[in-house]
């Protein structure tokens, strides 16, 4: 599996943006980059995912770069809830049993804090 | 809608007992993927189902992990002679197809095991 590398924790004050970075320099041409979160004692949750354009959702923005080596998850206005680990995973499309699947690989993650 | 529930919420267990460990997928998902997160990790991948048939078991540590999934709806993963280093929290997500890499996973909140 493709490899991501994120730094291991960033801080952020309320009310103001984020920017996640991600490198995923292996990346192969079908690869999706997705982002999921994790806040404390849950499940990961979806946050946005994309191929090679930028994407805009409720929760955030994907800035993929042209290479698509890199990518920046964007929080707009961060808020306490976002406090979480984010995950940034190249996902693949596989293909076992007649079907095509895509399991998630994640890495370490990304730790944000924000401060009130 | 219901989202993925898992239960039990938490188990405690004995070294050397058998614990079985239950998901509740989206209803209509018929992919179904279990997954493995010990404490500061992010979660690994233990095997996939496409209905009943498990499609991909490629991320379950050894043979005294098992999971079914009968009816191609409720799955339940079984653990063995549970040893201490079963202690994790067991995450299950399900997602509409299975599909390509673009695939939205669902989470549910995972199980505590704790082997003694």
């Known amino acids: 599996d493709a490899k991501t590398t994120q730094p291991n924790s960033m801080e952020s004050n309320e009310e103001e943006p984020v920017h996640l970075p991600c490198n995923h320099s292996?990346?192969?041409?079908?690869?999706?980059i997705h982002w999921y979160r994790q806040l404390p004692s849950q499940g990961p949750e979806y946050v946005i995912h994309?191929?090679?354009s930028n994407v805009n959702n409720r929760m955030a923005s994907l800035a993929i770069a042209e290479d698509r080596k890199s990518s920046t998850l964007i929080l707009h206005r961060a808020t306490l809830r976002d406090a979480a680990v984010y995950y940034c995973?190249?996902?693949?499309?596989?293909?076992?049993?007649?079907?095509?699947?895509?399991?998630?690989?994640f890495g370490q993650g990304t730790i944000l804090t924000v401060h009130p | 809608g219901a989202g993925v529930s898992q239960t039990p919420s938490n188990k405690v267990t004995e070294k050397g007992k058998y614990v079985e460990l239950r998901c509740d997928p989206i209803?209509?998902?018929?992919?179904l993927y279990w997954y493995r997160q010990s404490l500061g990790q992010g979660p690994e991948f233990l095997i996939y189902?496409?209905?009943?048939?498990?499609?991909?078991d490629s991320g379950l540590p050894n043979d005294r992990f098992f999971a079914v999934r009968p009816e191609g709806s409720v799955s339940t993963l079984k653990i063995q002679r549970t040893e201490r280093g079963d202690s994790a929290v067991y995450l299950c997500?399900?997602?509409?197809?299975?599909?390509?890499?673009?695939?939205?996973?669902?989470f549910g909140p995972g199980t505590r095991l704790l082997v003694l």
């Open positions: 997500a399900s997602s509409l197809t299975g599909g390509d890499g673009s695939e939205t996973q669902y």
């Open positions: 292996t990346i192969s041409g079908t690869d999706y």
């Open positions: 994309g191929l090679t």
């Open positions: 995973i190249l996902r693949a499309t596989l293909r076992a049993g007649g079907t095509s699947y895509g399991k998630l690989t």
């Open positions: 209803s209509g998902h018929t992919a």
């Open positions: 189902f496409q209905g009943t048939g498990a499609a991909d």
